[in-house]
């Protein structure tokens, strides 16, 4: 991911949590597929977030219904998720 997507994510994740719809999370042009299932698994499984079950439904549709773990997915993107928490709780309380 590049700088550029990864801040035009924070965007989308702090307008989503307020305003979820979960067709958008699959449908979000500037992220990858499996970077994109990342994200909503990665935020399904904090509780600072919301919108758990919306999440995981759109991970699912992201990817195909393959059966994979947040950690193996991250493991394999090398998804940074302190930095990415970090930076969208910022974002967060600046919104």
């Known amino acids: 991911m590049t700088r550029e997507s990864e801040s035009e994510l924070l965007h989308f994740c702090a307008t989503q949590r307020g305003e979820f719809r979960e067709d958008a999370w699959t449908t979000f042009a500037p992220i990858e597929k499996q970077e994109m299932a990342a994200v909503c698994l990665f935020l399904a499984g904090v509780d600072w977030f919301g919108h758990q079950q919306g999440l995981r439904s759109a991970a ?18 090398r998804f940074d998720t302190p930095r990415f928490a970090n930076s969208l709780k910022r974002r967060l309380r600046h919104a």
Do not use: C, H
């Open 60 to 77: 699912r549709k992201l990817l195909n219904g393959a059966e994979t773990t947040f950690g193996t997915l991250a493991r394999s993107l």
